[in-house]
C-alpha cells in the first residue's frame, strides 16, 4: 500500500503542477531556469493572411501538427554566461545586464546553447555539427520530421530553436477563438509601446516616441500572447531556426528572424513583418529564445502509474 500511495501522490502533483514549467540546468551558482508555456491546439490552421513574402511566395505559416513547449521569456545574459561555464561553449554576447536578452549570439552559436541544453540533460543534440565546428545537415532519416521534414533539427531532439510555424503560432494565434491577430499582444490594434524615458506603462518595448537606448529586462516586457508568452513583440529581434526561403534544406542560407526590438517602429512587431540574416552575424538587436518537446499529459502519466501500480501489486500477489 505504501507503494501504491507513492503513485498517487506523483500522480496528483502532476495534475496541480501550473501551465507552465520551469527547467533547470546546472547547480548551485550556475543554475539557471528556462520557463516554459504550452502551446496545445495540434494541426491548428495556418494564417491565411500572414502577407510573408519570399523566394517561394506568399507563405502560409502558423500551422503546427504537433503539441510544443516554448520559452515565456527570451534567453537572458544569465542564461548564456553560465551555460558557457559548464560546457565551455565560448558564446559571446553584448553585456547590459544578466537579465536582459542575450544579443549578439549570433544563430550558430544559439545552435550550439541550445544543443548543449540537451546534451546536459541526456537527449540527443538538435543540431549537426562535424568535428570542425561546422554546421551540416542530417540525413532523411535522422531529421525531424513530425509535420514535415526539417533537415536542421534532429529527430529525437528535445530542445530546439523554434521554427518559423512554431514562432509564428506562439506569438499570433489564440487558441480560444481560432484567430490570428496582427501583434503578439492578443490584439490587432497597434500596442502601446515606450511613450517616453523611463514609462513603465506599455503593452510591449518598442519606440512610441521616445529613443530607447537598450531593452529592458526579459520579464518587463508588456502584455503576453495568448498562449502566455513575453517579448515576442519587441525588446529584442529573435531568431528562428527556419532559412529564409523555409525549407532548411541548405547549410549556408540565411535565417530568419522576427519580433521587434526596443527602439523599433510598430510595424516590425507585426505578423507581416520577417526579416533574415547570415547565421554567422552578431546583430546587437537580435537575440533568441528555446522550444521543447511537450511534458507527458496527465492522462498518459497517470496510466503509466496505473499500469506501474497494477503491476506492483501483481508481482507482490505472485510472490504471496
Same mark, same amino acid.
Given at each position: #500500500?505504501?507503494?501504491?500511495?507513492?503513485?498517487?501522490?506523483?500522480?496528483?502533483?502532476?495534475?496541480?503542477?501550473?501551465?507552465?514549467? +520551469?527547467?533547470?540546468?546546472?547547480?548551485?551558482?550556475?543554475?539557471?531556469?528556462?520557463?516554459?508555456?504550452?502551446?496545445?491546439?495540434?494541426?491548428?490552421?495556418?494564417? !491565411?493572411?500572414? *502577407?510573408?513574402?519570399?523566394?517561394?511566395?506568399?507563405?502560409?505559416?502558423?500551422?503546427?501538427?504537433?503539441? $510544443?513547449?516554448?520559452?515565456?521569456?527570451?534567453?537572458?545574459?544569465?542564461?548564456?554566461?553560465?551555460?558557457?561555464?559548464?560546457? *565551455?561553449?565560448?558564446?559571446?554576447?553584448?553585456?547590459?545586464?544578466?537579465?536582459?536578452? @542575450?544579443?549578439?549570439?549570433?544563430?550558430?552559436?544559439? @545552435?550550439?546553447?541550445?544543443?548543449? /541544453?540537451?546534451?546536459?540533460?541526456?537527449?540527443?543534440?538538435? $543540431?549537426?555539427?562535424?568535428? *570542425?565546428?561546422?554546421?551540416?545537415?542530417?540525413?532523411?532519416?535522422?531529421?525531424?520530421?513530425?509535420?514535415?521534414?526539417?533537415?536542421?533539427?534532429?529527430?529525437?531532439?528535445?530542445?530546439?530553436?523554434?521554427?518559423?510555424?512554431?514562432?509564428?503560432?506562439? @506569438? $499570433?494565434?489564440?487558441?480560444?477563438?481560432? /484567430? $490570428?491577430?496582427?501583434?503578439?499582444?492578443?490584439?490587432?490594434?497597434?500596442?502601446?509601446?515606450?511613450?517616453?524615458?523611463?514609462?513603465? /506603462?506599455?503593452?510591449?518595448?518598442?519606440?512610441?516616441?521616445?529613443?530607447?537606448?537598450?531593452?529592458?529586462?526579459?520579464?518587463?516586457?508588456?502584455?503576453?500572447?495568448?498562449?502566455?508568452?513575453? *517579448?515576442?513583440?519587441?525588446? +529584442? #529581434?529573435?531568431?528562428?531556426?527556419?532559412?529564409?526561403? /523555409? #525549407?532548411?534544406?541548405?547549410?549556408?542560407?540565411?535565417?530568419?528572424?522576427?519580433?521587434?526590438?526596443?527602439?523599433?517602429?510598430?510595424?516590425?512587431?507585426?505578423?507581416?513583418?520577417?526579416?533574415?540574416?547570415?547565421?554567422?552575424?552578431?546583430?546587437?538587436?537580435?537575440?533568441?529564445?528555446?522550444? !521543447?518537446?511537450?511534458?507527458?499529459?496527465?492522462?498518459?502519466?497517470? #496510466?503509466?502509474?496505473?499500469?506501474?501500480?497494477?503491476?506492483?501489486?501483481? =508481482?507482490? =500477489?505472485?510472490?504471496?
Amino acid at each position: #500500500m505504501k507503494t501504491n500511495a507513492t503513485l498517487v501522490f506523483f500522480a496528483w502533483a502532476f495534475l496541480c503542477a501550473p501551465a507552465t514549467q +520551469a527547467d533547470s540546468f546546472g547547480s548551485g551558482a550556475t543554475q539557471f531556469d528556462i520557463e516554459f508555456v504550452e502551446v496545445g491546439e495540434a494541426g491548428n490552421t495556418a494564417d !491565411s493572411d500572414d *502577407g510573408d513574402i519570399n523566394r517561394l511566395g506568399i507563405q502560409n505559416l502558423g500551422s503546427v501538427a504537433y503539441g $510544443y513547449r516554448i520559452g515565456k521569456f527570451e534567453i537572458s545574459e544569465d542564461a548564456i554566461t553560465k551555460a558557457n561555464a559548464l560546457g *565551455g561553449l565560448g558564446i559571446t554576447q553584448d553585456n547590459r545586464g544578466v537579465n536582459k536578452p @542575450a544579443t549578439s549570439v549570433n544563430w550558430f552559436e544559439a @545552435a550550439k546553447f541550445v544543443n548543449w /541544453l540537451n546534451t546536459s540533460r541526456g537527449h540527443q543534440a538538435a $543540431y549537426n555539427f562535424d568535428s *570542425g565546428g561546422n554546421f551540416q545537415l542530417w540525413s532523411t532519416t535522422e531529421a525531424w520530421q513530425l509535420g514535415g521534414e526539417n533537415l536542421f533539427r534532429h529527430k529525437d531532439a528535445f530542445y530546439f530553436l523554434p521554427s518559423a510555424d512554431e514562432w509564428y503560432k506562439a @506569438a $499570433y494565434y489564440d487558441p480560444a477563438t481560432g /484567430l $490570428y491577430y496582427d501583434y503578439p499582444t492578443g490584439s490587432d490594434n497597434v500596442p502601446d509601446g515606450i511613450d517616453f524615458e523611463g514609462d513603465t /506603462l506599455f503593452d510591449a518595448v518598442f519606440t512610441d516616441g521616445a529613443l530607447i537606448a537598450d531593452p529592458n529586462d526579459v520579464s518587463d516586457v508588456g502584455v503576453l500572447s495568448p498562449f502566455g508568452t513575453a *517579448g515576442q513583440g519587441g525588446n +529584442a #529581434m529573435e531568431w528562428e531556426e527556419t532559412e529564409l526561403d /523555409l #525549407m532548411n534544406d541548405a547549410s549556408s542560407v540565411e535565417r530568419g528572424f522576427r519580433g521587434g526590438w526596443w527602439d523599433s517602429p510598430e510595424f516590425d512587431l507585426r505578423a507581416t513583418n520577417r526579416d533574415s540574416a547570415n547565421g554567422s552575424f552578431d546583430i546587437s538587436i537580435v537575440g533568441f529564445r528555446v522550444a !521543447s518537446r511537450p511534458i507527458p499529459e496527465p492522462s498518459t502519466l497517470l #496510466m503509466t502509474l496505473g499500469v506501474t501500480g497494477g503491476l506492483l501489486v501483481w =508481482r507482490r =500477489r505472485r510472490r504471496a
